[in-house]
C-alpha cells in the first residue's frame, strides 16, 4: 500500500489550500483514510479522517468548520480542502490508512497501518 501526498506550499493567513492523497495498493474502497499533522517541536496530530465509502467524517477540534475531507473512489483519491488557514496550522501533513473504518474513525495515529510521505504547508501571518 503507498500513499501519496501533494498540494502543500506556502499561504498567507486567512488563504485556502488543497491537499491531495494518492492512494493505491490497497481495496480502496475499504480504506479509511486520514490526515495528520506535525508542526515543528510538536507531536503528530489528527485532522480528519474520512471513512471508505465518504459517508462518514471525523474532524479535529482544532480543524472543524474550516477543514473538508472528501474522497473520490474513481480516481483513488482523498481531499483535504483547508480554508480560513491560520499560522497555528503550519505544519507537515500526512495522509494515512488503515482497513476499516466502516463504522467508527479512528483518531488515533497507532491505528493507521499505512503512511504516505509528508507535505509541508507554511502560513504565515
Known amino acids: 500500500v503507498q500513499l501519496q501526498a501533494s498540494g502543500g506550499g506556502l499561504v498567507q493567513a486567512g488563504g485556502s489550500l488543497r491537499l491531495s492523497c494518492v492512494v493505491s495498493g490497497c481495496i480502496f474502497r475499504s480504506c479509511a483514510v486520514g490526515w495528520f499533522r506535525q508542526a515543528p517541536g510538536k507531536e503528530r496530530e489528527f485532522a480528519a479522517a474520512?471513512?471508505?465509502?465518504?459517508?462518514?467524517?471525523r474532524y479535529s477540534d482544532s480543524v472543524k468548520g474550516r477543514f473538508t475531507i472528501s474522497r473520490d473512489n474513481a480516481k483513488n483519491t482523498v481531499n483535504l480542502q483547508m480554508n480560513s488557514l491560520k499560522p497555528e496550522d503550519t505544519a507537515v501533513y500526512y495522509c494515512?490508512?488503515?482497513?476499516?473504518?466502516?463504522?467508527?474513525?479512528?483518531?488515533?495515529?497507532?491505528?493507521?497501518?499505512?503512511w504516505g510521505q509528508g507535505t509541508l504547508v507554511t502560513v504565515s501571518s
Open positions: 474520512i471513512s471508505w465509502r465518504g459517508g462518514s467524517t
Open positions: 494515512a490508512a488503515y482497513v476499516g473504518g466502516s463504522t467508527s474513525l479512528r483518531g488515533e495515529s497507532l491505528a493507521y497501518d499505512y
